[in-house]
């Protein structure tokens, strides 16, 4: 019985289909700036007509390019991550990047892996999320020579090169502020992972300064989300009582709000809350919440602009960027 089973069309194809030879079509499709226009037009009719799909990481051997940049971040259901993602994603493909996305949780060793994967599809570089990694990663990325671009996070001795910001300053700008509108009675609605408890100890070493050392805390599981917020916060409750509540996240901020709310409490009158992130909610929530804001596209845009520069040898004036932050302040505290 004859089999049914199509075999994908081949370069051979697309040159019948075109009738020119397979050197010709190869040319037209890897180096169309060396081709005449009016055969390279021809070549894609062929190839738009038989489904022809051209092996891009066969081209790009040749001339030692993928065009292909790895990406690799913890989770892609936060708008922090998803602006970010959209925006280096955005940049590259203008300069004819594409990106290769991973979602790596927060663990170090299935991040590892990942990278190891993904090394294997010859990526012109990598986007990693964080300066903590397994030795195994670091060891694997030095070994590929390849640029590598850190993010959200802040080192003066980056892997390669970094876009990011101070997350133990972000917590302290959080603690000097609060203090600033009289807060004495902070709670933490928190999520554990690495970068919220950078956030958490320049809070508390700043509180422990004025004489506020022990804050109560009730850890959130990540995802962190609105439902989360409200029931970290009636957790809270039950360990003192207080007059800030200042989560990791808007996420949480906002679950807290709501569940202040259906409690009779006023925010900020009766209980301030404060984020983290100024996500596109946070402006428009009633109240409004009170937030540090990190510019998410940016670090995008540079960490691609940076990627490209260097895989390109153009000349780079900086290769560590601190981001920044501002706290926005709004309704809520």
């Known amino acids: 019985m004859k089999s049914t089973k199509h075999r994908a069309p081949t370069l051979e194809d697309v040159a019948r289909s075109a009738g020119l030879s397979p050197m010709t079509v190869s040319r037209a499709l890897n180096t169309p700036q060396l081709v005449r226009p009016e055969t390279v037009e021809k070549v894609m009719q062929a190839v738009r007509a038989t489904g022809y799909i051209p092996n891009a990481l066969a081209g790009g051997l040749a001339s030692q390019r993928s065009k292909l940049i790895a990406v690799v971040v913890p989770q892609i259901n936060n708008n922090m991550f998803v602006d970010t993602i959209q925006s280096l994603s955005d940049e590259l493909a203008v300069r004819g990047y594409h990106i290769l996305l991973c979602v ?5 060793q299935t991040e590892a892996e ?10 012109d570089g990598v986007l990693l999320t964080g300066i ?6 670091k060891k694997v990325i030095l070994n590929a020579a390849i640029p590598v671009v850190e993010i959200w996070d802040l080192t003066p001795t980056p892997l390669d090169m970094l876009v990011g910001f101070s997350h133990e300053k972000v917590g302290q700008a959080t603690a000097e502020y609060l203090l600033s509108k009289g807060y004495r009675r902070p709670g933490l609605l928190w999520t554990a992972d690495r970068r919220a408890a950078q956030r958490k100890q320049g809070l508390c070493s700043v509180l422990t300064r004025h004489d506020i050392p022990e804050v ?9 989300s609105l439902a989360l917020g409200r ?3 009636v957790q809270l409750f039950t360990r003192g009582e207080f007059d800030v509540i200042v989560c990791s996240s808007d996420t949480l901020a906002q ?23 100024d996500l596109d909610f946070a402006a428009s929530n009633r109240p409004s919440i009170t937030t540090i804001s990190v510019d998410r596209r ?7 602009t940076l990627l490209a520069d260097r895989i390109e040898h153009l000349p780079q004036a900086e290769t560590l960027i601190d981001i920044g932050f501002h706290l926005v302040k709004r309704e809520s505290a």
């Open 231 to 233: 029931r970290g916060l």
């Open 132 to 137: 903590h990694h397994a030795r195994e990663l």
């Open 298 to 304: 940016a670090i995008g845009q540079q960490a691609a």
């Open 114 to 123: 990942l990278v190891a994967t993904l090394l294997s599809r010859r990526p």
């Open 104 to 108: 790596a949780g927060y663990a170090e």
């Open 255 to 277: 679950g807290a709000i709501m569940e202040s709310e259906s409690r009779g409490l006023r925010v900020p009158q009766d209980l301030a809350v404060i984020g983290f992130g």
């Open 216 to 224: 109560p805390q009730v850890d959130v599981s990540l995802p962190a």
